[in-house]
């Protein structure tokens, strides 16, 4: 082995750091930006994306996970928001600033 073969070898630490990096960077920002839910419903259509283009015999597996990972967590969307709207509705008949503030602490999170 010459000089230039042994300085273009990578090793195998540094590919995985790299390729580790490069898989976490993105889904640290999507949990800054949205929170964890944003980061499942990302997983889940990443999935389902792979399940749907790579056709083998785990397809259908990747794709069914991803939409029960997506589902649940819009389910989840939705139950918080009934909750919130149910909370306001219980409140508003003692002042409406109370609404505004249950809202407020409940869609912050």
Request: net charge neutral.
């Amino acid at each position: 082995m010459g000089d230039e073969e042994k300085m273009h070898t990578p090793t195998l630490s540094t590919e995985v750091i790299k390729l580790s990096e490069s898989i976490s960077k993105p889904l640290e920002r999507l949990f800054q930006v949205g929170g964890l839910a944003l980061v499942f419903i990302f997983v889940g259509f990443l999935s389902m994306l792979v399940g749907y283009l790579n056709k083998t015999d785990l397809s259908g597996w990747f794709f069914g996970i991803g939409a029960l990972i997506v589902f649940a967590c819009l389910c989840l969307f939705m139950f918080s928001q009934f909750y919130v709207i149910d909370l306001c509705q219980y409140r508003v008949n003692r002042s409406p600033q109370s609404c505004r503030t249950v809202a407020n602490h409940f869609l912050s999170r």
